[in-house]
């Protein structure tokens, strides 16, 4: 937890057996859920995910993170209406099975896509279990441990104190961006940067391809997350659905 507040991290992975097991590691002490969603991989990641799990320690999650079930009262009409759509959602995602067998307890948890669907799938999978879990703030890391872990507190931090709904990483404003980035690639993510500022309004966000982010549980309670887009387009997706679901908070 931060400031009380419960944090998880989405995981996409797809043929990641060489990677996702330091990832895992990594991944620093106030993280409350890693959620890898393992995208039909063809190599042993599922494996040394779940390898992982039978390591973790039998009393964590004391707290058990989980769904709240609402008791019907004269008041809550909209409330009960929203959770039973909560409850069918799941159906208009791509087809997966949840490994753990009592995922309320366990800090790992691990979602096996039944079909390949790409990256923008697997973590639009991945916030649907922290929506339903009430997971305050969910992160995005790769698979691939591109992602500095050291990092995480600073991108969760606008979340976590109530100063940003959507928070993005930026690894442009680096003072060596221009030296390490190859060219090409760097024109590319600022002619992209650029066109998707223009179609979501949200002028403020200097890489807008970086999927090292950071959302509140608010947002994907507001936005088509099975709508998604699938593949590698989805964080440019992602803000336009933000904008068109009214989230102004957006770093």
């Known amino acids: 937890m931060l400031h009380n507040k419960t944090i998880a991290v989405v995981v996409p992975a797809y043929k990641e057996e060489n990677q996702i097991d330091e990832v895992i590691a990594s991944m620093p002490d106030f993280v409350d859920r890693i959620v890898v969603v393992n995208d039909l991989s063809s190599d042993r990641t599922a494996e040394v995910v779940q390898a992982r799990m039978k390591e973790e320690l039998p009393e964590f999650g004391n707290e058990q993170i989980g769904p709240r079930p609402l008791e019907r009262t004269r008041y809550n009409e909209a409330e009960i209406v929203l959770q039973e759509r909560d409850e069918k959602e799941i159906a208009d995602f791509v087809p997966s099975e949840l490994v753990n067998s009592n995922p309320e307890k366990s800090r790992l948890i691990l979602i096996n896509h039944l079909k390949n669907c790409g990256v923008g799938a697997a973590i639009a999978r991945g916030y649907k279990w922290c929506k339903d879990n009430n997971m305050d703030c969910t992160a995005v890391m790769a698979g691939d441990g591109q992602m500095d872990p050291a990092e995480l507190e600073s991108i969760c931090m606008p979340v ?9 990483g930026n690894r442009l404003i680096h003072r060596s961006a221009k030296l ?3 060219r090409t690639r760097y024109l590319g993510n600022s002619i992209l940067s650029i066109m998707t500022k223009m179609a979501s309004g949200y002028w403020r966000v200097s890489d807008t391809q970086t999927g090292y982010t950071a959302i509140s549980l608010q947002v994907p309670r507001k936005i088509d997350l099975p709508g998604i887009y699938p593949r590698y387009g989805m964080p440019n997706d992602m803000l336009v659905k933000l904008n068109i679901g009214y989230v102004p908070s957006v770093k």
């Open 180 to 182: 390490v980035i190859p």
């Open 160 to 168: 976590v104190d109530g100063s940003a709904a959507y928070v993005k």
